[in-house]
């Protein structure tokens, strides 16, 4: 048996993230403070208060925010605990919404979907005659009986590193799906450097240990986990500068000089190559050959669109504009990537604009 769509419309509490973490906190106390059906609902979720104790950035940013509200609060030592308890609640189970944007909800069954790096569902969703926006989820590839259901807690286009690390300090665990165990990341290497002594690849040994060295495959070098992290992070900070006044003539530079020290599917070249492909001429032949590489990559991470629709679409269009190629089905197949983009999105509005070209 096996199930290819389904929907989750159960919502139990939305938060207008724009008017600052401190009425987030507020609005959840209020909950606790009526012994509202809503707060027994939500306080059965995760919180993970034993892993945000003192010493962590969760703790200090939670101490910040009880010093604002503490006035508003009974004078016992549980005041301090339940805060601690709410903002671990919205840190591990609230979701962005669009539309509206701004906004920040907790939902009582679509949070319960497990992260993998390869999610079998997407999700959307829609404002209600109420002004809430109701969530939809629908799997996006035949699911077996038993599968777990899964959604994405972190980026698509993070390298393994980068993704791991940001789930165990965002939500207190280490993924390690399919995705996550393969050196290569399916191919695609996000994460991969190159070997100055043989031009060659250097990958992780053990891609599920944060402290596994980095070896060449043709020679015997090795690099340390830290010196990787080093590396990376300071390539990271250069793409940063050049990327916040970017030009075409800036960025051919930043890649050339990124290839040399990285595979051309790395991350910060794939970020940069996005990019560029939007300022490259169609008559230049490094914009169909970096769009191709472009959708490559975001097709074997994300064979069904769940995740990066619009990056895909981009590249499509962009590619599509290069003499030679087949015009009319990479706009069509950019199209239908879009069929699931939120009204008044830059996706929807990026949909209308390729409809017209058609």
């Known amino acids: 048996m096996c199930c290819t769509r389904f929907n989750i419309i159960s919502t139990i509490f939305t938060f207008l993230s724009y008017r600052c973490d401190v009425l987030l906190v507020i609005r959840m106390l209020i909950l606790w403070r009526k012994k509202l059906k809503y707060w027994y609902s939500i306080e059965k979720l995760q919180s993970h208060q034993d892993s945000r104790g003192q010493g962590t ?6 101490m910040n925010i009880y010093q604002h ?3 508003l609060l009974p004078d016992n030592p549980s005041s301090k605990d339940i805060v601690h308890k709410i903002c671990g609640l919205i840190d591990v189970n609230a979701l962005e919404t669009i539309p509206p944007e701004g906004c920040v909800a907790i939902y009582e069954t679509a949070c319960l979907l497990e992260h993998s790096c390869l ?29 777990h259901l899964s959604t994405m807690y972190t980026h698509a286009l993070w390298s393994t590193r980068a993704r791991r690390a940001h789930l165990l300090e965002t939500k207190y665990f280490s993924c390690h799906c399919k995705r996550c165990a393969d050196p290569t990341e399916l191919g695609t290497h996000l994460g991969t450097l190159k070997c100055p002594h043989d031009n060659d690849f250097i990958l992780p040994k053990d891609p599920l240990n944060f402290d596994s060295q980095w070896g060449c495959i043709s020679c015997p070098g090795t690099l340390t986990a830290s010196e990787v992290m080093q590396f990376v992070g300071k390539l990271e900070e250069d793409v940063d500068e050049i990327m916040y006044q970017a030009n075409k003539n800036k960025l051919v530079d930043l890649l050339s000089r990124l290839t040399t020290l990285l595979h051309p599917g790395h991350q910060l070249c794939t970020s940069v190559s996005h990019s560029l492909i939007q300022l490259l001429p169609p008559s230049d032949p490094k914009k169909p050959e970096l769009c191709k590489r472009i959708i490559e990559t975001t097709k074997t991470l994300d064979p069904y669109g769940a995740r990066l629709a619009l990056y895909t679409a981009v590249a499509l269009r962009e590619l599509s504009a290069c003499p030679g190629e087949n015009r009319e089905g990479l706009l069509s197949e950019a199209i239908s990537l879009l069929q699931f983009e939120p009204e008044n999105s830059p996706g929807e509005k990026l949909r209308t604009l390729m409809e017209s070209e058609l």
Not at 57 to 62: G, L, Q, W
Not at 130 to 141: F, M, Q
């Open 69 to 71: 509200i503490e006035r």
């Open 119 to 147: 999610a079998n569902t997407r999700h959307s969703f829609k404002i209600d005659d109420k002004g809430r926006p109701r969530i939809t989820v629908i799997a996006v590839c035949s699911i077996q009986k038993w599968d």
């Open 57 to 62: 950035n969760a703790y200090e940013e939670t």
